[in-house]
Each structure stands twice: as structure tokens, then as C-alpha cells.
């Protein structure tokens, strides 16, 4: 048995379309998994279908019935990573409930329900199975104007956790992925910034900004047979921001 391989797997991945979830779905399609590629734009999905091999799934997190009719239309599935997700920035005391909805229902809401669908049907057919969940640096720290992402990254890190511990009698294995700063259409735009690109280098070790690429090796090995006894987890992918600080005293003399 290859520990890495995803071959005679099945691969939903949501947030596919782009960014962090089409890097992973490249991944896991060349470790060898079949991949579903779901997101809102059919287009695209196709696009990358015809490019790397997959089927295309429309499907809109932030609705439930878009969901059960998406999980309908696929056959079983082995691996499920949910991806999707997206913010609006602002004060806490000024989000709007329409504004609060979207960001609970996309990342928070929509996600339960598809981990509930694509569970139930993984428990059914008895085979075990893998979910990986996106958190994000959020999961951890707190930074201002992210006041409603955070609650729902916070909260996948501790669903991540329950059903490690409800689903490992059916050998399903959930675990989080936590990247930190990964330069994706999500914040492009934010760190065009020179104040905010200098303010990053000081929290990692790393002081890169990352790309999907870094996140995405790890979905797989997540994936794969060799992380079978790992579940339970939140692991940061952050060049250390949730662990290191630059520290400006001079390195000592020797
Ligand atoms: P992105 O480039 O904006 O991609 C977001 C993806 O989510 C797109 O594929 C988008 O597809 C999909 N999506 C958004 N709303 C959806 C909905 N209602 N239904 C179905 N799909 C939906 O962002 P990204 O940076 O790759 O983010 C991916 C995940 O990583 C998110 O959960 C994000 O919170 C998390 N994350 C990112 C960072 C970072 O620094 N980039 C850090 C921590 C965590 P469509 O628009 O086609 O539907």
C-alpha cells in the first residue's frame, strides 16, 4: 500500500473553481484520486474538468437545496474536503444581519450540512472514509474586522474535532487544515499593501506569502491512506505566523 496514494478514490472537493480548492483538487487528481470539482461557476469547473480530468458539480454551499440536490446527483464518495468559503471585512458593531447570513451560511452552515449529507452516506456504505476541513488562521488568533469569519473558522475547528470523535467507529478520519496568509482572489487585494506586506513578515518565520501549492500537499496526504491514525487535528500551514515572532534583539555574540 502507497501511504500517499489516492488511487480507486472518490474526491469531492467545494471551492474548486479557484485558489486554495483547485490547488488541492490538482493534488489529489495527481495522486490519483477521481475528482468532483464543485463550486457556484459552472464554467470554470468545466474548464478545469477538460484540463486535469474530473467531473464538474454545481453547487452553492450557502443553499440547501442546492446541496442535497448536488450530493443526490453524485455515487459515493471517499474523501470530502470543504474548501468554500469567503468574508466580508468589517466592524463588529456594524455588520448587517444579511451580511452576518452570508458569511455563517457559506462557511459555517453550509459546510455542517454537506459534512451531514456526504457523512451519513460514507457511514452507510461502511468503508471509512476522510474529511478535510479549511480553517484558517482565525481558528487560532484574533485580528480585527473578521469578527463573523472567525466565528465560523473557529467553530470548524472544533466540528473538526466532535466528529473525529463521533465518526472513528465508522473509520472516518476529520481533520482541519489551518493555512495562514496565502495569496488567493480572497485578499489579493489586501496585501497589494506595503504596510500590511511588512506586518506579515514580522509574525512568520517564513516570511513568504504562501500559495495554494503550500496547503495543498497536505490536503492529500490528509487524504491518503498514511495519515489513517491522525484525526482530530488543526494544523496550521502558515510559515509559523501562529507560532513565531520576529523578536528585534540582536543576535547574542559568540
Ligand atoms: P478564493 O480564491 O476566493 O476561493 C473561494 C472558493 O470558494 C471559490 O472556488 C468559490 O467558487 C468558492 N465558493 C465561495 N462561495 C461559495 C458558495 N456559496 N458555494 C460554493 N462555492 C463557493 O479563496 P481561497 O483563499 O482559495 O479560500 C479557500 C478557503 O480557504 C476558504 O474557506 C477560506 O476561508 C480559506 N482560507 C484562505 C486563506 C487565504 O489566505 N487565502 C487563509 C485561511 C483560510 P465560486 O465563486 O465559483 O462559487
Known sequence: MNPFSLAGKTALITGASRGIGLAIARGMREAGAEVILAARSKDKLEAIAAEIGGRALELDV???????????EIGDVDILANVAGMNIRGKA?????EQYDKIMQTNLHGLFELTQLVGKKMITR???????????????????????YAMTKGAVGQLTKVLAAEWACHDIQVNCIAPG??????????WQSEEMDKWRKG????????????????????????????????????????????????????
Open 62 to 72: 450557502a443553499s440547501s437545496e442546492s446541496l442535497r440536490r448536488a450530493v443526490a
Open 93 to 97: 458593531e456594524d455588520y448587517t444581519h
Open 126 to 148: 461502511g468503508k471509512g472514509g476522510k474529511i478535510i476541513n479549511i480553517g484558517s488562521f482565525t481558528t487560532f488568533t484574533g485580528i480585527p474586522w473578521v469578527s463573523v
Open 181 to 190: 496568509f496565502i495569496l488567493t482572489d480572497l485578499n489579493r487585494a489586501m
Open 203 to 254: 509574525v512568520q518565520a517564513i516570511d513568504r506569502l504562501g500559495c495554494p501549492e503550500d496547503i495543498a500537499p497536505l490536503a492529500v496526504f490528509l487524504a491518503a491512506p498514511g495519515s489513517n491514525y491522525i484525526t482530530g487535528q488543526v494544523i496550521a500551514v502558515d510559515g509559523g505566523a501562529t507560532t513565531t515572532a520576529k523578536w528585534p534583539v540582536p543576535s547574542p555574540t559568540t
